[in-house]
């Protein structure tokens, strides 16, 4: 399987770092062809500029960034996003990267009959760190926010399967709670 793999943390000695770190090990015990994407490491431009618009909506050509990324999703048949919750969302380096290469005519397109997802066959995973307990943030509804926008609003518009795992209490938790976060990872990961 061809396994692509988002990172986006800008603290290389972070948990969602050492996360990114076991999904990739998994995967290649697993047998998976890996590629990886450290946002951060990239100094990706998260920042839709209009050249973007003119390329997913005006027949413009797409800037050179984005279309380097598309054709690393083109190769996937499997994406592992990798990520913390920060104010209830994705990091503002994340939700640029969606913005911009996720775009009208590569990953969607709108027909007579609405928007149809073009990024059909592929699955993805989304892993979420965060600060507060999961129980916490399912009490007042974030988690299930969380998992319809990336289910649905996101990765299922586009004509994806994905399934999200949220790593709640990361910054109060235990070395063992982390450890088996870590552990979890290994059925978490397609086969």
């Known amino acids: 399987?061809?396994?692509?793999?988002?990172?986006?943390?800008?603290?290389?000695?972070?948990?969602?770092?050492?996360?990114?770190?076991?999904?990739?090990?998994?995967?290649?015990?697993?047998?998976?062809?890996?590629?990886?994407?450290?946002?951060?490491?990239?100094?990706?431009?998260?920042v839709l500029e209009f050249p973007d618009v003119e390329y997913g909506f005006m027949g413009g050509k797409a800037p050179a960034d984005v279309k380097n990324y598309q054709g690393q999703i083109a190769w996937a048949d499997h994406i592992t996003f990798i990520y913390p919750m920060w104010w209830g969302q994705m990091p503002a380096m994340l939700k640029g990267f969606i913005d911009r290469v996720f775009t009208n005519g590569f990953a969607y397109a709108y027909g007579e009959a609405g928007p149809e997802g073009l990024l059909t066959g592929k699955s993805v995973q989304v892993i979420i760190n965060t600060g507060n307990a999961t129980e916490a943030l399912s009490q007042i509804g974030i988690t299930q926010a969380t998992t319809t926008l990336n289910e649905i609003g996101i990765f299922g518009f586009c004509g994806m399967s994905a399934d999200v795992q949220f790593f709640g209490n990361i910054i109060m938790s235990t070395d063992d709670e982390r450890k088996q976060y870590l552990t979890s990872i290994e059925s978490i990961i397609s086969k």
């Open 1 to 46: 399987m061809n396994h692509l793999i988002v990172y986006t943390h800008l603290n290389p000695q972070s948990f969602t770092h050492a996360v990114a770190e076991e999904v990739q090990r998994v995967s290649i015990q697993k047998g998976h062809d890996i590629k990886f994407i450290d946002l951060y490491a990239d100094k990706f431009n998260p």
